[in-house]
């Protein structure tokens, strides 16, 4: 089973950027749709951006669309999320996990479509 660590969570002002990477144990999550999630405190864990296996297509939450990018790195093993424009309410714990069935051609949305969470990486960004 694919093992996930994500990294790169931190502490930010309200405006500024960061990056969150997320890195699998071995090359066989290069055949998945891979995806990035986040649970605020007393908040259900919510979708945030996924990208296909091949890079060929990217979905993001109308919440973050415009700040973020989702982006893989095939070779390397790693999704990245890159955060722009950060706001209080992107303050949550980071996740990310990989498609229940190999090469599907689209993003999906919901948790329960994904497996082999990693542990997660808290972002904060304060006004």
């Known amino acids: 089973q694919v093992q996930l660590v994500e990294s790169g969570g931190g502490l930010v002002q309200a405006g500024g950027s960061l990056r969150v990477s997320c890195a699998a144990s071995d090359d066989t999550y290069n055949s998945f749709a891979m995806g990035w999630f986040r649970q605020a405190p007393g908040k259900e864990r919510e979708f945030v951006a996924g990208?296909?296996?091949?890079?060929?297509?990217?979905s993001y939450a109308d919440s973050v669309k415009g700040r973020f990018t989702i982006s893989r790195d095939n070779a390397e093993n790693t999704v990245y999320l890159q955060m722009n424009s950060l706001r209080p309410e992107d303050t949550a714990v980071y996740y990310c996990?990989?498609?229940?069935?190999?090469?599907?051609?689209?993003?999906?949305?919901?948790?329960?479509?994904?497996?082999?969470w990693g542990p997660g990486t808290q972002v904060t960004v304060s006004s």
């Open positions: 990208i296909t296996h091949d890079s060929d297509t990217t």
């Open positions: 996990a990989a498609d229940q069935l190999p090469f599907r051609r689209i993003v999906m949305m919901r948790p329960s479509n994904y497996h082999s």
